[in-house]
């Protein structure tokens, strides 16, 4: 064999062996330019003092950005409050209305549950601008229908989203709105995937209802449980629309979650490092809450491994 011929051979051997190389490398430079760059790029950013409306360019302050975030800035603390309040409100109401959703459709014969779930997953598939727009029409103080009915019953008008005790809850009522379908549907899929032995054993036993519920639903159902409440958990962080269609943040920052916080000091200020350290304290957060989430699950034994 000549060696001309010897080296074809060896490049079309090569080419064969490493042929998933050239299926990856697309999919591995959208991942590198769009995730990991900007990823680096902003844990970086966050080491520095940037404004892009001042010159001077960057200048390096080390933790600087963090430690006025957590010892001095009074508005951050004031975000977080207001975070973990939105997360109490929105997270476990979405759960637990959409488990008491589940659980019903799961009683529902086959030929009415494919409509109800087709209309059941409306809100979700609406975008949380249209969401907005939707619920700012139902909240206005003039023309919408919360205060019509309201009226009706002799009740005074409410101005729903411009006092502080009203808009934060009613930022809630429309995310509730929106994502408890969301949960309704990932733990009905949950439902209708279970072994049906342990309830037909339970059934012999003589089990009461609630006693199947407890003891074997909720255990069998506990992985998907996790699986959805971390989701939202992690999604009610980014909540971000919403309060921009309704609220801005306000009256004051009695809706000002970290996300609309991170924004507003990003994107109206121009203060690129101190946004860029307020986001990753945010990613901090998440991952910690979801811990801790995980951890109280395992300690009271409803995570169960299933066989």
């Given amino acids: 064999m000549e060696l001309g011929q010897r080296v074809w051979l060896f490049f079309c051997l090569l080419k064969r062996k490493y042929m998933w190389l050239f299926f990856l490398a697309p999919t591995v430079a959208v991942l590198i330019s769009i995730v990991i760059f900007p990823l680096v790029f902003s ?37 977080f409050k207001v975070t973990l309040l939105y997360l109490a409100g929105t997270v476990p109401l979405q759960f637990g209305l959409g488990l008491v959703v589940a659980l019903i459709l799961h009683r529902i014969t086959k030929k009415i549950i494919g409509f ?14 249209v969401v907005g727009m939707i619920w700012r029409l139902m909240y206005n103080p003039d023309l919408g ?26 930022v809630m009522m429309a995310d509730i709105w929106e994502w408890t379908p969301f949960m309704a549907l990932i733990l009905l899929a949950g439902l209708q995937s279970l072994p049906q032995e342990p309830f037909e054993a339970g059934l012999v036993d003589g089990a009461s209802p609630w006693q199947t519920f ?44 970290l996300n609309y916080y991170t924004y507003r000091y990003g994107f109206k200020f121009f203060h690129l490092g101190y946004a860029s350290a307020l986001s990753w304290l945010l990613l901090v957060v998440v991952t910690i809450i979801s811990i801790i989430l995980i951890r109280i699950l395992h300690s009271r034994g409803i995570y169960a491994e299933r066989a």
């Fill in 145 to 170: 229908m919360l205060n019509y009915f309201l009226t009706l019953f002799r009740f005074p008008p409410v101005n729903w989203t411009g006092m502080p005790g009203t808009a934060l809850p009613s």
């Fill in 214 to 257: 407890r003891y074997i639903t909720l255990p069998l159902l506990s992985p998907v449980m996790l699986v959805a409440l971390l989701i939202r958990l992690m999604d009610s962080f980014k909540t971000f629309d919403l309060i921009f269609v309704l609220t801005q943040g306000g009256p004051g920052m009695s809706t000002e979650i």
């Fill in 116 to 129: 109800l779930r087709t209309a059941l997953i409306i809100p979700t598939t609406m975008t949380p601008v």
């Fill in 43 to 79: 844990l970086s950013l966050s080491f520095h003092d940037w404004n892009i409306i001042r010159a001077g360019g960057w200048s390096w302050t080390g933790i600087g950005n963090y430690r006025t975030i957590l010892f001095q800035d009074s508005y951050f603390r004031s975000s």
